[in-house]
Antibody, heavy 118, light 107 residues
């Protein structure tokens, strides 16, 4: 069964950049059927899609975050990554990586709680 | 953005009850609607996609229906493990959006 393992820091200072990586357990990262997505969850905003990347490197980013987000993929390492710049307290959230298959997110990582504090 | 509104926001029920959660989209989304279950400290898990298709391994007591703007999730004969938070999510637009969630707890 597919596993997604997120990794990265749990504490980020204001104005700094968050970098998270998700490792995919099998070769499906190259499968044309899937998009690889970052989603975050906070009490204030609920579940929010940050953006997604296809195995080709094509990305789609939430317009509200577009200026601060980069999502990339390294299929040879079975990884995809998120960079979120200029972090503020409003970015404190649980960050999930997930696989989108067709209409839905059918596999999720365990989530990383990221806090923004000096 | 397409807004997704769930009702109720919370619901109390007993084991063996049947409950229904409603999700309304701000624009028609055809059947591009999924439902998820989330337990404390865990990631959401897919229950239903395409408005009514059960994801692999999901018990048949879960049922989804609807199209356009109005959708329902029904859980028949609630089991103890069903008490959780439920979310709907649309994938009609390129920016997927979620409902705010419905907390189902034990009466």
């Amino acid at each position: 069964q597919l596993q997604l393992q997120g990794s990265g820091p749990r504490l980020v200072k204001p104005s700094e950049t968050l970098s998270l990586t998700c490792t995919v357990s099998d070769a499906s990262i190259r499968n044309t059927a899937y998009y690889w997505t970052w989603i975050r969850q906070s009490p204030g905003k609920g579940l929010e899609c940050i953006g997604s990347v296809y195995f080709t490197g094509t990305t789609h980013i939430n317009p509200s975050l577009n200026s601060r987000v980069t999502i990339s993929i390294a299929t040879s390492r079975r990884q995809f990554s998120l960079e979120l710049r200029s972090m503020t307290s409003a970015d404190t959230a649980i960050y999930f990586c997930a696989r989108r298959s067709g209409w839905a997110f059918d596999s999720w990582g365990q989530g990383t709680l990221v806090s923004v504090s000096s | 953005d397409i807004q997704m509104t769930q009702s109720p926001s919370s619901l109390s029920a007993s084991v063996g009850d049947t409950i229904t959660i409603t999700c309304r989209a701000s624009h028609s989304i055809s059947i591009n609607l999924s439902w998820y279950q989330q337990k404390p400290g865990k990631a959401p898990q897919l229950l239903i996609y395409g408005a009514s298709t059960l994801h692999s391994g999901v018990p048949p007591r879960f049922s989804g229906s609807g199209s356009g703007t109005d959708f329902t999730l029904t859980i028949y004969s609630l089991q103890p493990e069903d008490f959780a938070t439920y979310f709907c999510q649309q994938s009609y637009s390129s920016l997927e959006t979620f409902g705010q969630g419905t907390v189902l707890d034990i009466k």
